[in-house]
């Protein structure tokens, strides 16, 4: 696929670096706004693994995650012809979804991948990515990917100003929407979604966002931060440790984008 660079300041392709972003990368905040962390694995499994054999990914898993239900696939399609034109939906059997009691860790075992999520509130990273490394290990051995097409992690954040006052979006993100001055300055609501190479041979950035209503009152902002890398990796002894450093290059560059994103007024609502 081509890539055409928009103009102006997005036309150059630099290095980016997300140490030099801030300097206390990854600070651990009190009050993180995170609401769901995400961790992606996106493999397809042995020829001869099926939806049901990949429930013994499970087993001994049952007091952690007791509850079950299937994952489908669905894809859609329409049809034009001259005489008409006809629309049609299917879905198909692609895993199962295994979550908490609490519901504040969920994941994901399929025929394409593996996903692990923790829900709010969320700890910090060294417990989030240990148990999502000890679950994909066990999908690993069960459903025996001969490669790993593409790794992500995903923040979801959830910033939630100060009930009963104005919403400026500048007091919180330095990524935003900006409108024409001839316009009308007071949005009732917007969505931003942009995609981005983080410097040459580094993750791929997709970022979200937009309003929704406070859990209090009012009004939120979420930030969505997904960065993946896309190159194939092929399944050896030595997966793990292959795993580990990019899942910690990724996590070095969601945070450098959460920090790039947010003003210091944002900072202080976490603190």
Known sequence: ???????????????????LVSPTLGRRYPNAP????VMDVRAAVATEISVDGLKEVHQGEEERYPEHQLNF?????MLVNQADVTAGASKRL????????DVTQVYQARLDGFTFSRLAPYEHWEAFFAEGMRLWRRYAVIARPPSVERLALRYINRIDPPVGQPVEMSDYLLTRPEMSPLLPQTLDGFFLNAQLSLGDGGPILTLIETVVPSPTGGVSLILDIDVAY?????????IDDILTSRFSSLRDAKNGVFEACITDRARSLFL
């Not at 055409?4 to 980016?16: E, I, N, Q, R, Y």
């Not at 896309?230 to 399944?235: G, Y």
């Open 73 to 77: 696939l669905v894809s859609g399609g």
């Open 230 to 238: 896309t190159q194939a990796l092929r399944v050896g002894d030595d």
């Open 1 to 19: 696929m081509t890539r055409h660079h928009l103009s102006g300041t997005l036309g150059a392709c630099m290095p980016w670096d997300p140490h």
């Open 34 to 37: 995170i609401v769901e962390a």
């Open 94 to 101: 692609n895993g199962h979804v295994y979550r908490r009691a």
